[in-house]
């Protein structure tokens, strides 16, 4: 069974920082391409950020120069490092893998909320 646990949500103040975890399991983790969304209420959910099995990164152009997204495959985990956060990086933030396969499989989300 594959199952992805979002953790590290959460209020912090504009401005700061968030670092989001995504635990995987079910899956050979080191094949998978990993990726970040998010969605507000009444918008589809969005890319973030991915990663690719051999550690290749992409952005959106939303969080560039402030998201950083990492992998540690040994605890079969990818990360969300966030800083410089903005009243409108507040969402649902959910945890994506694709594996070798082309399966696709989602963590149930973690809140992110930002105060102006």
């Known amino acids: 069974q594959v199952q992805l646990t979002e953790s590290g949500g959460g209020l912090v103040q504009a401005g700061g920082s968030l670092r989001l975890s995504c635990a995987a399991s079910g899956i050979i983790f080191s094949m998978s391409a990993m990726g970040w969304y998010r969605q507000v209420p009444g918008k589809q959910r969005e890319p973030v950020a991915d990663i690719s099995s051999g550690g290749t990164t992409n952005y959106s152009d939303s969080v560039k120069g402030r998201f950083t997204i990492s992998r540690d495959n040994a605890k079969k985990t990818v990360y969300l490092q966030m800083n410089s956060l903005k009243f409108e990086d507040s969402a649902v933030y959910y945890c994506?893998?694709?594996?070798?396969?082309?399966?696709?499989?989602w963590g149930q989300g973690t809140q992110v909320t930002v105060s102006s």
């Open positions: 994506k893998a694709v594996t070798a396969w082309s399966l696709n499989y």
